[in-house]
């Protein structure tokens, strides 16, 4: 491996992942740029919603460059799409004059009570410093009788793991920076799915979860490499 994309002394764990995601995300990530694993994971998203559905306010934590949106297929008047730096949405995305763009921390979203109809994070909560928080916050701008939507990795599962090696792990092997990518892996995905699960389960304790396991659809984070949350909130008391 050349020496350049070793983990440098004393380089912050901020550092190698801004690095990471600069120089090689898009060029080792399973989900990343129209791959099959991209489209299979945003359409089991949306798999339960289509035309005849509408969400009028939509609101995206998370959301990078907009790589949900061309996935949506039910009705909305306007959808936000936010993430921790402004995103800068793709050119297809940006020219649909329903969606507009803003920075803010999904631990502590600058949006009042019910704000949204529905709520989406992909791949979010496994990197975040206080995934409690930020499932509080996200229940409190759904309205009620609104919908929250969320992508679990089922991280360390053996079928996540198994994809994982043949996929992006594969990758940064032939691309020599398979070290890096291994200390990548161990800081990005701080938080495994169990606890994630339990977190959520807690939060939506008075709310209807639905669980929907990919890609074998029986129950079991062992044996899947994701699930996809699709909670209807209530108007009783969440967190």
Same mark, same amino acid.
């Given at each position: 491996?050349?020496?350049?994309?070793?983990?440098a002394?004393?380089?912050?764990?901020?550092?190698?992942?801004?690095?990471?995601?600069e120089?090689?995300?898009?060029?080792?990530?399973?989900?990343?740029?129209?791959?099959?694993?991209?489209?299979?994971?945003?359409?089991?998203?949306?798999?339960?919603?289509?035309?005849?559905?509408?969400?009028?306010?939509?609101?995206? @934590?998370?959301?990078?460059?907009?790589?949900?949106? +061309? =996935?949506?297929?039910? $009705? *909305? !008047?306007?959808?936000?799409? /936010?993430? %921790?730096?402004?995103?800068?949405?793709?050119?297809?995305?940006?020219?649909?004059?329903?969606?507009s @763009?803003a920075?803010?921390?999904?631990?502590?979203? +600058? =949006?009042?009570?019910? $704000? *949204? !109809?529905?709520?989406i994070? /992909?791949? %979010?909560?496994?990197?975040?410093?206080?995934?409690?928080?930020?499932?509080?916050?996200?229940?409190? @701008?759904?309205?009620?009788?609104?919908?929250?939507?969320?992508?679990?990795?089922?991280?360390?599962?053996?079928?996540?793991?198994?994809?994982?090696?043949?996929?992006?792990?594969?990758?940064?092997?032939?691309?020599?920076?398979?070290?890096?990518?291994?200390?990548?892996?161990?800081?990005?995905?701080?938080?495994?799915?169990?606890?994630?699960?339990?977190?959520?389960?807690?939060?939506?304790?008075?709310?209807?979860?639905?669980?929907?396991?990919?890609?074998?659809?029986?129950?079991?984070?062992?044996?899947?490499?994701?699930?996809?949350?699709?909670?209807?909130?209530?108007?009783?008391?969440?967190?």
């Open positions: 491996m050349p020496p350049d994309d070793r983990p002394p004393g380089q912050s764990a901020h550092d190698l992942l801004t690095r990471w995601y120089d090689h995300y898009s060029t080792t990530a399973a989900t990343a740029d129209g791959s099959f694993f991209e489209r299979y994971l945003h359409r089991s998203m949306e798999a339960a919603y289509g035309p005849e559905a509408r969400f009028a306010r939509v609101l995206e @934590v998370g959301g990078n460059r907009g790589e949900h949106v +061309p =996935y949506v297929r039910h $009705r *909305f !008047d306007e959808y936000l799409l /936010t993430d %921790l730096r402004e995103p800068r949405p793709t050119e297809e995305v940006a020219a649909d004059p329903r969606v @763009v920075a803010c921390d999904v631990a502590a979203l +600058p =949006y009042p009570d019910g $704000r *949204f !109809d529905r709520v994070a /992909t791949c %979010l909560l496994h990197h975040l410093p206080d995934p409690f928080a930020a499932l509080g916050e996200m229940r409190r @701008v759904t309205a009620a009788g609104g919908t929250v939507t969320i992508l679990l990795p089922t991280d360390p599962g053996v079928a996540y793991r198994a994809g994982k090696a043949l996929t992006s792990g594969r990758a940064a092997r032939r691309q020599g920076i398979a070290e890096m990518y291994q200390v990548v892996t161990a800081l990005d995905h701080r938080n495994h799915f169990p606890s994630l699960l339990a977190q959520a389960r807690h939060v939506f304790r008075t709310d209807r979860v639905g669980v929907s396991w990919r890609p074998f659809r029986v129950p079991g984070w062992h044996l899947n490499a994701f699930t996809v949350l699709h909670v209807q909130v209530s108007d009783g008391a969440g967190v």
